[in-house]
């Protein structure tokens, strides 16, 4: 959303300094970070009937992989946008009571009485494997449940059952480098990799492969049509 501060790799802008998550509903006639909000607020925002805001930690926090809901007085908006973070599936959910909102997308979606889901995964300035997972998988969840995209279907119920209170496990097993591997090179993308960096994924595959060779033909996920 904030290009400038994108492209400089910082939470402010580099412009004017400014915070587009302290920045809403933001000013036609302001700083760029004004401008940007604004345009979000008045043109994009009542385009949309579903909010799903992906944060992460920066370089200086790594937070655990959660989505959260803000707690509203509107209990049947409350209500939708828990069931969107339930879709979403991530390995930890949360409703959280803001003390200081002004300023927040987050407000500005709620006061819109658009379905909002914010999300915190992983940070430290880097991503991962299971971080990543986590992001794919929860944004097709979300989609699904506004009708977005279609579901998919479900081969284990262990794997892929929706999060429920007090169940803090993360149960989906990353067995998804073979998958993707196959998949790039049916797109036709060259994986970059030393000849010992092959070496050892080629070995490692091998013994996956004695220990469950028909993992990956159960393993793999359908769309319905």
Do not use: W
Request: proline share 4%.
């Amino acid at each position: 959303m904030n290009y400038p501060a994108f492209c400089a790799g910082t939470r402010t802008s580099p412009i004017d300094a400014g915070n587009l998550n302290r920045s809403f509903p933001g000013k036609p006639d302001g700083t760029v970070t004004e401008k940007i909000a604004d345009y979000f607020q008045r043109h994009l925002l009542p385009l949309a009937d579903y909010v799903l805001d992906i944060h992460a930690g920066g370089r200086t926090l790594d937070f655990l992989p959660f989505a959260a809901i803000h707690v509203l007085e509107d209990a049947t908006q409350q209500a939708r946008c828990e069931a969107a973070m339930r879709a979403f599936g991530a390995p930890y959910s949360m409703r959280m009571l803001e003390l200081d909102s002004t300023g927040l997308y987050d407000s500005a979606a709620a006061e819109a009485r658009k379905v909002f889901v914010s999300t915190e995964l992983g940070g430290g300035g880097s991503a991962t494997a299971k971080g990543v997972a986590i992001a794919e998988r929860g944004i097709h969840g979300f989609l699904a449940h506004a009708g977005v995209v279609e579901r998919q279907v479900r081969i284990s119920d262990e794997r892929d059952r929706p999060f429920r209170d007090g169940d803090r496990r993360f149960r989906q097993r990353d067995r998804s480098f073979r998958e993707r591997d196959q998949a790039d090179r049916k797109a036709g993308l060259a994986l970059r990799m030393t000849s010992t960096t092959r070496a050892m994924l080629a070995g490692f595959c091998r013994r996956e492969h004695a220990r469950a060779p028909d993992e990956h033909a159960h393993g793999q996920r359908r769309f319905t049509t």
